[in-house]
């Protein structure tokens, strides 16, 4: 499948990883990895705010709930990622998609971030997130949260 660029949309089923448990020490690339797609009609992606979260729960001690990876622990990780998943590149109109979003559905504090994936995942359309918070997908009514423990890995 050729990668999504602005130009270039994907087609059939699409998912975008997104945010990693904090308790195992593989995260998105060892699900990535065993994420089982039909490459007729699945695809998953990432996006580079994925990669910035996950940074950011990899890197923090563990004692504040993070992995305490060290940088370059991540960035191994982060390899794994690209090489399993295609990018879909941060362009214009995610900007313009996400304000909208976060006008239209009231978006506060922190949940911003969930908002701008599926700000993302609305300008590539993208139907689906894999993500261990499925729960602050539900009030976005465009996307449909897989949680990975529902997957046949």
């Known amino acids: 499948m050729k990668a999504a660029t602005t130009d270039a949309r994907p087609c059939g089923h699409e998912h975008l990883a997104s945010q990693c448990p904090t308790e195992s020490p593989s995260l998105l690339s ?3 990895r065993g ?3 039909n490459p007729a009609k699945d695809a998953v992606f990432f996006c580079s705010q994925n990669i910035a979260e996950f940074w950011n729960v990899a890197t923090r001690p563990a004692e504040r709930n993070g992995l305490g990876f060290s940088p370059q622990e991540v960035l ?3 390899g794994s990622i690209e090489k399993s998943l ?3 590149p941060d362009v214009p109109a995610i900007y313009t ?3 909208q979003i976060v006008s239209d559905y009231k978006v506060q504090g922190v949940k911003v971030y969930d908002a701008r994936l599926v700000a993302i995942m609305s300008i590539y359309t ?3 997130v ?3 918070n499925s729960i602050d997908f ?3 009514t465009n996307v449909r949260a897989i949680h990975p423990s529902s997957l046949t890995l």
């Open 126 to 128: 993208v139907e689906s």
């Open 138 to 140: 539900e009030r976005f």
């Open 86 to 88: 295609t990018l879909l």
């Open 130 to 132: 894999l993500t261990f």
């Open 76 to 78: 191994q990780e982060v």
């Open 30 to 32: 060892s699900y990535s």
């Open 97 to 99: 998609a996400w304000k």
């Open 35 to 37: 994420f089982k797609v």
